[in-house]
């Protein structure tokens, strides 16, 4: 019998939601609200779905491993090297590739909780003890986190920025008192998945030049809304890249999903609608939880956690049942909460009218 690494089997699998087709299969509903994984609900931009229809044509070919039109393009955009920048198959590939070549089995990381799952899955992936700091004003409590990275000679130190679930912010300065105490032999992993939707957002790239540990992560899976492709990039110190070349998949990235990415970058009318779309759908969602007195956090993302008082795991049973999904937030250990995310005017209409037939208030 082969035997399994340690690691691997005291993990959980992730369980990933249904698939949409089984959801509409089994109760029988055609159209649908999918508010539960924070796309974008315009779609592809235009030109990036241009973009990635024209590279089909070369799908026969192997892409270019390291993306180097895309990294070029990147370069331009943050006035950096192309070398400072590592693309991945989704924002996902580059942590775990972080993991794989910077943590061995008994270090330590530090994540916020409650934040995204891939940085524990990343760090129990290779053995490593994860440390979880909570939040304080429902933001993360930086100075909390530093201590334990101090106090554990931890290796990693995720931030997310805003946060997932709950679209909350720290403050740039909190960022800065701490950055000098962590040790260098200590990554800082700043999450920026959401950045482009922050109308708070600061120049995160000064940080990177100030501070050698400090890595700056990207998708396009929000509001480029490519996730269904997979592609996203740290921003870093190249020396911090080049071992990664050696243990990544050289192809990891495929060429449509390059092209497109590319080509989404170029498309700032589709970024800006999107904005807009997010703007005016979070101050409805906001306007309809106050009406019905349910509390709720104001987000710089493009979703709005909100405390149903009663459990999640019920409330988005109903809510399915009336077409409309969304995230119960039980797994970041929140079992009142869900997370929604804004969606077009009509769907978040249809959220709200389903929200309201639930808590018996229509
Ligand atoms: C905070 C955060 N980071 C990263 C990701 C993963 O992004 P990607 O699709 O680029 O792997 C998500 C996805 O939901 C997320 O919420």
Known sequence: MVSIRPAIRSMKPYVPGKPVEDVQRELGIADLVKLNQNENPLGPSPRAMAAATAALARAHTYPEGTCRALRERLARLWDLPADHFLIGNGSDEVFRLLAEVYL???????????????????????????????????????????????RTG????????????????????????????????????????????????????????????VVIT????????????????????????????????????????????LAALDD???????????????????????????PYVRSEANFVL????????????????????????????????????VGKPEENERFVAALERVLGRS
Do not use: W
């Open 218 to 261: 990207r998708t396009f899976s929000k509001i480029y809304g490519l996730a269904g492709l997979r592609l996203g990039y740290g921003v870093m110190r190249p020396e911090l890249i080049t071992p990664i070349y050696t243990a990544r998949d050289p192809f990891s990235v495929n060429l449509v999903a390059a092209a497109a990415g």
């Open 306 to 341: 909100f405390d149903a008082g009663r459990p999640a795991s019920e409330v988005f049973d109903q809510l399915l049942r009336q077409g409309v999904l969304v995230r119960p937030c039980g797994s970041f250990g929140l079992p009142t909460c869900l997370r929604v995310t």
């Open 268 to 294: 700032a009318e589709h970024l800006e609608r999107t904005r807009a779309l997010v703007r005016e759908g979070k101050a409805f969602l906001y306007a309809a939880f106050e009406r019905l007195g349910l």
């Open 104 to 150: 061995e089995p008994g270090d330590r990381i530090v994540v916020p909780a409650p934040s995204f799952a891939g940085y524990p899955l990343v760090g129990e992936l290779m053995g490593a003890e994860v440390i979880r700091v909570g939040m304080r004003d429902q933001t993360m409590d930086l100075e909390a986190m530093a201590e334990a990275a101090v």
């Open 154 to 213: 931890a290796k990693m130190l995720f931030l997310c920025r805003p946060n997932n679930p709950t679209g909350a912010v720290f403050a740039e300065e909190a960022l800065r008192a701490v950055l000098p105490r962590v040790p260098e032999e200590c990554l800082v992993i700043i999450d920026e998945a959401y950045r482009e939707f922050d109308e708070t957002a600061f120049d995160s790239r000064a940080l990177l030049l100030a501070f050698p540990n």
